[in-house]
């Protein structure tokens, strides 16, 4: 039978071998052991990350040497702050204006007020999330509206994370920004993992917010791991060291029906595996190698049952 041609663009971010969100994990990886190891299993796409250089013609040429092109950047934000809210504009436009000069056409926006683990403003201590006020509510839209005309202004759309261990984390939070949010302007990043965490199903996500989705992060949970982290309230941190994320085909949730929709959808932006666990326990490139063979086998599948 002849093969058929994954039609998605498949991308992978560096966070498998080396972790942002927690120092000293994968530090002894180098920018061109990733990058070559990611074109190696077929990847066409990456995310900034630590380890990448910030100077873009040093990055676009270090991409461009292995074939990879720079998909977007997490961009962690204050806007529900009201007194912070130009000094945090003007700091994402740098990075708005640093995507564009990198070549892409998204900017992925976190609001980080209240986390547990990303305000800057709250004590290292402190392990609970501290919600927004409705008044902090109506400055994150504020601020998102703006930085979504910043976008615009560069040719770009701006597509919301919402992130385990945030604000924007509940399947009620997300619901709240996608309703105060103007359609027009804040896209929405459709992550499984981070939706069945936050208490949504990931398929019926889809479905609700379709129009509304222009960037998509794979990953799969363990279903014993998300048990544990609810029953003993473990922190997003110490989740993600137990093994909570894994690669697509490896956890519990069932991407049949997600890439039915995609393929139903036309959807043609990005789709970055994004799964992140501990490199010294789950090595990075035989995990990187399973979601890419998962994908390309589950894609070949449902195309192949749409021509019969």
Same mark, same amino acid.
């Given at each position: 039978?002849?093969?058929?041609?994954?039609?998605?663009?498949?991308?992978?971010?560096?966070?498998?071998?080396?972790?942002?969100?927690?120092?000293?994990?994968?530090?002894?990886?180098?920018?061109?052991?990733?990058?070559?190891?990611?074109?190696?299993?077929?990847?066409?796409?990456?995310?900034?990350?630590?380890?990448?250089?910030?100077?873009?013609?040093?990055?676009?040429?270090?991409?461009?040497?292995?074939?990879?092109?720079?998909?977007?950047?997490?961009?962690?934000?204050?806007?529900?702050?009201?007194?912070?809210?130009?000094?945090?504009?003007?700091?994402?436009?740098?990075?708005?204006?640093?995507?564009?000069?990198?070549?892409?056409?998204?900017?992925?926006?976190?609001?980080?007020?209240?986390?547990?683990?990303?305000?800057?403003?709250?004590?290292?201590?402190?392990?609970?999330?501290?919600?927004?006020?409705?008044?902090?509510?109506?400055?994150?839209?504020?601020?998102?509206?703006?930085?979504?005309?910043? /976008?615009?202004?560069?040719?770009?759309?701006?597509?919301?994370?919402?992130?385990?261990?945030?604000?924007?984390?509940?399947?009620?939070?997300?619901?709240?920004?996608?309703?105060?949010?103007?359609?027009?302007?804040?896209?929405?990043?459709?992550?499984?993992?981070?939706?069945?965490?936050?208490?949504?199903?990931?398929?019926?996500?889809?479905?609700?917010?379709?129009?509304?989705?222009?960037?998509?992060?794979?990953?799969?949970?363990?279903?014993?791991?998300?048990?544990?982290?609810?029953?003993?309230?473990?922190?997003?941190?110490?989740?993600?060291?137990?093994?909570?994320?894994?690669?697509?085909?490896?956890? /519990?949730?069932?991407?049949?029906?997600?890439?039915?929709?995609?393929?139903?959808?036309?959807?043609?932006?990005?789709?970055?595996?994004?799964?992140?666990?501990?490199?010294?326990?789950?090595?990075?490139?035989?995990?990187?190698?399973?979601?890419?063979?998962?994908?390309?086998?589950?894609?070949?599948?449902?195309?192949?049952?749409?021509?019969?």
């Amino acid at each position: 039978m002849e093969k058929t041609v994954n039609p998605f663009r498949i991308g992978i971010a560096p966070i498998s071998w080396v972790n942002d969100d927690i120092p000293g994990l994968g530090d002894h990886y180098t920018q061109d052991q990733v990058l070559s190891e990611m074109a190696e299993l077929g990847y066409v796409a990456t995310e900034m990350g630590r380890l990448f250089s910030q100077d873009p013609p040093s990055l676009r040429a270090k991409l461009n040497q292995y074939g990879i092109e720079l998909a977007s950047k997490f961009i962690g934000v204050l806007f529900s702050d009201r007194s912070r809210l130009e000094e945090e504009l003007e700091t994402f436009r740098s990075w708005a204006e640093y995507l564009h000069d990198m070549g892409c056409k998204y900017a992925i926006v976190c609001e980080m007020g209240g986390s547990m683990h990303w305000d800057p403003r709250r004590a290292p201590e402190e392990k609970t999330i501290q919600r927004l006020t409705d008044s902090e509510w109506e400055s994150l839209v504020d601020g998102l509206h703006r930085a979504a005309h910043i /976008c615009q202004e560069l040719g770009m759309k701006l597509v919301y994370h919402f992130h385990a261990g945030t604000v924007v984390e509940t399947a009620e939070e997300i619901d709240r920004l996608m309703e105060l949010t103007d359609p027009n302007l804040v896209h929405l990043l459709y992550d499984t993992g981070h939706a069945l965490y936050g208490g949504y199903d990931p398929v019926e996500l889809l479905h609700r917010y379709a129009d509304r989705i222009q960037y998509v992060h794979l990953k799969d949970v363990r279903r014993d791991v998300l048990e544990l982290v609810r029953r003993e309230q473990l922190d997003f941190r110490t989740a993600v060291l137990r093994g909570m994320f894994t690669v697509p085909g490896d956890g /519990c949730i069932d991407f049949v029906p997600i890439f039915a929709k995609l393929i139903e959808m036309d959807y043609n932006g990005w789709i970055i595996v994004e799964a992140e666990q501990d490199p010294a326990v789950a090595h990075p490139y035989t995990y990187a190698k399973m979601a890419k063979e998962y994908i390309d086998r589950l894609v070949h599948h449902l195309l192949a049952a749409q021509k019969r």
